[in-house]
């Protein structure tokens, strides 16, 4: 089945991948959402209640806790909480994502001609590299410790539950399989689970003509398995904690998004420059978008079932997000592999009658690859990594091995893309060795990190606490005084404690104090004391 190129350039892929994902994983400080969900992981630890998160000691209602179980069954399982073990699951969720949509583009798409079966390894394998490899994913929320990966595959893998026993008209199983994933994404983000679940399943039954199970029994019972699953944990939660501001609060984090919030005019704006927006984000591999605009794209669409599906799944889905003003590339990580496998089913099939876009499309990536082998020698002009640990071995290294990808990509045709996923793998070797190490001196997360450690020391084992409202909702502040001194920081209003310290904004706040340490903090890289106070 496999050629020698294509044997020697999976080789390569394997032996990259993983040192590509995991080199400097932990060196940056976290973002503002990675801390949140780190910081409710550790307060559940610290105060043993898993049910009713908190952050800061008071209720935390933005998303309900499965990913924060997740995260907190690592800390115990490793007995570490910093940056890079809160990260893994990350990787984790990226490796098993592209794992879901290989096997489920190889499953539907075997042999997609009689004449052409290779098409199909090379659909499906393609498809599970481009998702790991897209820009945004590459080169940002691969290296973040968020919800959105985990939670992007758990909903594409419910749009194919839907297609799968479909087609096979195995109701029973497509709705309990369905509800179940919906549960799920329910317990990692909330409501837009749900809203998702409804357009694919409207999407396939009005696709398909087929109404009747909609109004089934085993709709109901799908229904029901989301009611056991989700329900069981409130049940828990209302014991602890009332359930109206949860619930409100869930409402209010998807609807804060939208027209409602934003307005008609911004809504329209938006919807004009997001599809553009988007393309961006997740280049290289939306430049296939070309194929769409051939006057035979839907047609070649029509003859493939699956392929048609994904297209429809992603147009429908992604409407939610078209219609809401305040959306990240994030959340759309679910929809790239919809669109990635219409793009690579045009690109084999416009290379099998030769078309001159297939030309055009590979003749940028080539350019690219050009580009990125100048780019190997900028460190040995660039100032700010001269301290970089054997800068001329790695700058040789990333030099060769783009070099000897570009010559594979010009002498096996037949095997370009998988050459250029090489060479992105390698610009991403780069990137760790190169352009996060200079992000520890300007970034004001790795200031905040920085400062706050320094600050712990000057403690001196007293209780550190908020003075008023002087912190605000900064997550990672939060996050990196609750590691190191292993309780939780709350805000203290009233009956201050003198032997304590606070985090005082002084410019606000006039009491009587003696300074122990300044620290950063995230709203403009501002500035914030700690404090002895000298008058209750």
Known sequence: MFTSPQRLLLLVIGLLLLPALLTHLGLLAFTGDEAIRALVAMEMRISGNYITPTMFGDFYYNKPPLYNWILLAIFNLTGRTDELIARLPTVFFLLTYATTVWF???????????STPIINYQLSILNFLALITCGRILFWDSMLGLIDTCFSWVMYTMFMVIYTQGEREKYGRLFAGTYLLTAIGFMLKGLPAMVFLGIALLAYFFWVKKWRPLFSLAHLGGMAVFGVVVGSYYMLYAQQNGLSTVFSTLFNESAKRTFVEYGIGKTMLHGLTFPFEMWYHFLPWTLLVVYLLRKNALQLLRQHRFIAWNGLVFITTILPYWASVEVYPRY???????????????????????SPTVRWVEGIFQGLCWVLLAASFAPLLWPAVQGVPFLHLKVGFLATATGLLLWAYRRWEAQRMLSFVAVLLVARMAFNWFILPTRLEIDCNNQVRQTTLEAVKKLEGRPLYIYKESLGQEPTTGYYFTRETGQILRSKKEDFDLEARYIMNIYYYKTKYDKIATIKTLWQCGDLDVVKIKEK
């Open 104 to 114: 489920f583009v190889k499953k539907h798409t075997q042999p997609m001609t009689a």
């Open 332 to 354: 759309l990580l679910m929809h790239v592999p919809l669109a990635f496998t219409v793009f690579f089913y045009l690109h084999f099939k416009n290379k099998e009658v030769g």
